[in-house]
């Protein structure tokens, strides 16, 4: 009989067999996939809320006319035709520019000032205040003061963005870590961890469910203050269009740039910081069944 040290190795049972690489590409994709199939299964509520508002404005036309309210079918056709002209791409970049870039300054700057005023109460008592006062003066009065600093061009609707987007941000923030769980933050730092990871392991995911909803309204507002301004300062882009519709007394045309308008706006809400949302909070749908989104 063969002693231990003579024996054969047995490389199936005595070392873990890797995984080829095949398998775990298409382990990867089945995730990606199943991910997909759950996030458009979850659309179908939004879509059945859109189709009743089409439905109460198609009932707005029937009651009040075309020129009061051009119907679904009139605007879509009108949507369409903008769309597939050749200056859309320069007309939607424009705008995408200008609110995207607003509603980056403003949610870094606001979430910055709202997490530090969530750590100091001398700075939340500082900065509240400031905060209080740019959300009560309108956006159209922004607007009028950035014309007069900034002249017709993108800084008076990039200004306009931020001074609108910022509060809402410092609010998000400033309540996600003001409410985090400093019991467990002081467990975290009894056993000696760092202040970089007890940040990001206790207080950003609780931060982060605050930040989102904050950020959705964040992203809206940046389209309808960046239409606004374009459209008072003529300055080109979506506000510009609905300002010549408007002249015009293009009525279908103007509802069809509203539509453009929220369109983005959509885009920008369920393509970019929802998904974003669904990678970073796994843990919301965890324990639900396929397809059952909070």
């Not at 605007?75 to 995207?100: D, M, N, Y």
Request: proline share 6%; with cysteine.
């Amino acid at each position: 009989m063969l002693s231990d040290s003579t024996a054969p190795a047995r490389p199936w049972t005595d070392a873990p067999r890797p995984m080829p690489m095949a398998a775990g590409g298409l382990n990867l994709l089945g995730r990606a996939g199943a991910w997909l199939g759950r996030y458009i299964w979850s659309g179908w509520a939004g879509l059945a809320g859109l189709f009743c508002l089409v439905a109460a404005w198609q009932l707005g036309h029937e009651l009040y006319g075309s020129f009061i309210l051009p119907a679904p079918g009139e605007t879509f056709a009108k949507v369409q035709q903008i769309l597939l002209s050749p200056g859309f791409p320069a007309i939607a970049g424009v705008t995408a520019e200008r609110a995207l870039t607003g509603f980056a300054l403003a949610a870094g700057i606001g979430t910055i000032a709202g997490a530090a005023a969530g750590y100091s109460f001398a700075t939340m008592r500082i900065l509240k205040p400031i905060v209080t006062v740019i959300l009560g003066v309108p956006p159209i009065a922004w607007i009028v003061l950035a014309l007069i600093w900034f002249g017709s061009g993108n800084g008076s609707a990039v200004m306009t963005v931020v001074l609108a987007g910022v509060p809402i941000s410092f609010a998000g923030a400033l309540e996600g870590v003001a409410t985090r769980d400093r019991s467990l933050d002081a467990m975290a730092r009894t056993f000696g961890v760092s202040a970089v990871t007890r940040f990001r392991t206790v207080t950003l995911p609780h931060l982060l469910s605050y930040m989102f909803a904050a950020w959705t309204t964040t992203i809206g507002s940046a389209w309808k203050v960046t239409v606004m301004a374009e459209l008072l300062s003529n300055t080109g882009g979506v506000g510009g269009e609905l300002a010549t519709a408007r002249a015009l007394f293009d009525i279908p045309a103007v509802t069809a740039w509203i539509v453009v308008t929220v369109i983005f706006a959509l885009i920008s809400d369920f393509g970019i910081l929802h998904p974003i949302r669904e990678a970073v909070e796994r843990w919301r749908s965890a324990s639900l069944p396929w397809g059952v989104k909070r």
